[in-house]
């Protein structure tokens, strides 16, 4: 008696990763930045950082380098009418006698208009070309803000079988043959859909062959008297 045979693929199985960035909704993205500028309203630097903050995004403020940052800022005031007013950013005088960004790390000599940081005022106002000058913090004025850019990852499963025909197949034919060899006969059709390999208990006779049905790979059936087990690929009936 011969158990049901197992009829072994390769599977080529993996995940195939896309990652994509975009801006939040009702930001636009300018560099690796994206902004939203409210041009309804006017807003001195508290009321403006609280404003940013309901959208869950600050007021401007470098988060890589400086120059590609100012280029980012400046092309996203010059998208509407900057108007030569500039916006507040995120830069404030401490009461150490030093300016910082948002995050703690000190503003760089080259953010500002040459020299325009040490007249007294508080807070910092981002001009049309992406330089700073420094500005009470009382002035009202319409506010840009500025959110991160959200990168999401999409992934697709991909399966894939070895060795797989894109037409027809070749398959061993012989019978009473319990081994194939390089001399067994092997037969190729484009019409072939499966192999198979099949064992009759009544004869303890093996046959190998081909079909023109669709089987799934590793498919056995039993019928009590003959068992045919299938395979979809090249010369695979040889178990």
């Keep these: ?135 009470s913090c009382s002035y009202n004025r319409e506010v840009l803000c500025q959110a991160p850019l959200m990168t999401t990852t999409t992934t697709e499963l991909t399966t894939t079988t070895s060795s797989v025909p894109l037409e027809g197949l070749t398959c061993y034919s012989c019978l009473d043959c319990p081994a194939v060899d390089e001399t067994t006969t092997t037969i190729s059709s484009d019409d072939y859909k499966a192999c198979a390999t099949a064992y009759s208990s009544e004869s303890g006779m093996f046959l190998r062959f081909a079909v023109t049905q669709l089987h799934k790979d590793g498919e056995c059936v039993d019928d009590g008297t003959l068992l045919k087990c299938f395979c979809t690929t090249n010369l695979c009936n040889n178990v």
């Design 1 to 135: 008696t011969v158990d049901k045979m197992t009829i072994q693929f390769l599977l080529a199985i993996g995940l195939a990763l896309a990652t994509a960035q975009d801006c939040p909704e009702s930001f636009t993205q300018f560099g690796s930045y994206c902004f939203h500028q409210d041009l309804n309203s006017y807003h001195a630097h508290g009321s403006a950082v609280e404003f940013c903050a309901s959208m869950s995004s600050t007021l401007p403020y470098p988060t890589g380098d400086l120059g590609e940052w100012q280029t980012a800022v400046a092309e996203a005031l010059n998208s509407v009418d900057c108007g030569g007013r500039g916006r507040f950013g995120g830069a404030t005088l401490e009461n150490d006698g030093k300016w910082y960004w948002p995050d703690g790390s000190p503003v760089q000599e080259d953010a500002w208009i040459s020299g325009d940081y040490s007249d007294g005022d508080s807070c910092s106002l981002i001009y049309c070309s992406g330089l700073m000058y420094d500005i």
